[in-house]
T-cell receptor
Framework: GAVVSQHPSRVICKSGTSVKIECRSLDFQATTMFWYRQFPKQSLMLMATSNEGSKATYEQGVEKDKFLINHASLTLSTLTVTSAHPEDSSFYIC???????????FGQGTRLTVV | GQQLNQSPQSMFIQEGEDVSMNCTSSSIFNTWLWYKQDPGEGPVLLIALYKAGELTSNGRLTAQFGITRKDSFLNISASIPSDVGIYFCAGRSGTYKYIFGTGTRLKVLA
């Protein structure tokens, strides 16, 4: 099956600093990657859709200047949480769409804690 | 953001029992997916459905794409303790964007 690797799995950062999360498709080319946010006991909320080589499309209510997304290659997308605050603490999950397929495969998630 | 309605929200069942959950939408989808998420992990794909009326099985799991294209069902037969987790449906319409259900939290009592 398609493997998506997300790094780091856990990160703790100080308020005001920035954190970068990587999402890699290991054995396929991902033309589209998705970034989700999940609060405890809640569902996944789509933050943005990124296509390789173009700007990400953000969902309504998601600040694009705070959540910077870069999809520079067909196997890597990054999410940078800038000037993080405690309310940004959450579980962030990426998923990747295999070229030619319609199922999305998920990374293992990154638990961000801002102190 | 938009979400699909999934029910039940949570359920406790005895080991060996069958489980049914469903997902409904106000809009039409052309793909339905079912995922399972364990605590602290990302969702894992269980079953993918592509055509209205389609019935697909994966071991003890069976899912169906509703005829109206606005709903989908997941059944788990003869549940075991490792079935515990949160099950999410996801629907996709014309774009590649997936919308997730609110989740069904399953607990299996041995």
């Amino acid at each position: 099956g398609a493997v998506v690797s997300q790094h780091p799995s856990r990160v703790i950062c100080k308020s005001g600093t920035s954190v970068k999360i990587e999402c890699r498709s290991l054995d396929f080319q991902a033309t589209t990657m998705f970034w989700y946010r999940q609060f405890p006991k809640q569902s996944l909320m789509l933050m943005a859709t990124s296509n390789e080589g173009s700007k990400a499309t953000y969902e309504q209510g998601v600040e694009k200047d705070k959540f910077l997304i870069n999809h520079a290659s067909l196997t890597l997308s990054t999410l940078t949480v800038t000037s993080a605050h405690p309310e940004d603490s959450s579980f962030y999950i990426c998923s990747a769409l295999d070229r030619g397929r319609t199922e999305a495969f998920f990374g293992q998630g990154t638990r961000l804690t801002v102190v | 953001g938009q979400q699909l309605n999934q029910s039940p929200q949570s359920m406790f069942i005895q080991e060996g029992e069958d489980v049914s959950m469903n997902c409904t939408s106000s809009s039409i989808f052309n793909t339905w997916l079912w995922y399972k998420q364990d605590p602290g992990e990302g969702p894992v794909l269980l079953i993918a459905l592509y055509k209205a009326g389609e019935l697909t099985s994966n071991g003890r799991l069976t899912a169906q794409f509703g005829i109206t294209r606005k709903d989908s069902f997941l059944n788990i037969s003869a549940s075991i303790p490792s079935d515990v987790g949160i099950y999410f449906c996801a629907g996709r319409s014309g774009t590649y964007k997936y919308i997730f259900g609110t989740g069904t939290r399953l607990k299996v009592l041995a």
